[in-house]
Nanobody, 124 residues
Framework: QVHLVESGGGLVQAGGSLRLVCVAS????????MGWFRQAPGKEREFVAT????????YYADSVKGRFTASRDNAKNTGYLQMNTLKPEDTAVYYC?????????????????WGQGTQVTVSS
């Protein structure tokens, strides 16, 4: 079982940046693809980004493409989501997640380990 701990959320003005950090326990992190999802109040959880276990391939939701960058450091069991040019519509609780296989996915149902979530609030 992988335990994920997130940090890095906060309050930022529109146009600002934040970096989310997701630290994983266990020895399988380097073999697990990661995903980032978010959930705004009154809305369903939505896909943000995914990164393969090697870190060589990423895929993003259209709404964040060009602004957000997912990366990972397997030696540190850590994943990152760099968020630039933030917009008020990016306000949500952000979750990191891992899945058993190495390939990324946009489907939340394919992920079996989830972080506790971190609040990101972007003011206009």
């Amino acid at each position: 079982q992988v335990h994920l701990v997130e940090s890095g959320g906060g309050l930022v003005q529109a146009g600002g940046s934040l970096r989310l950090v997701c630290v994983a326990s266990g020895r399988t992190f380097s073999r697990n693809a990661m995903g980032w999802f978010r959930q705004a109040p009154g809305k369903e959880r939505e896909f943000v980004a995914t990164i393969t276990s090697s870190g060589l391939n990423t895929y993003y939701a259209d709404s964040v493409k060009g602004r957000f960058t997912a990366s990972r450091d397997n030696a540190k069991n850590t994943g990152y989501l760099q968020m630039n040019t933030l917009k008020p519509e990016d306000t949500a609780v952000y979750y990191c997640a891992t899945k058993s296989s190495s390939s990324g996915s946009i489907q939340s149902s394919e992920y079996n380990n989830w972080g506790q979530g971190t609040q990101v609030t972007v003011s206009s």
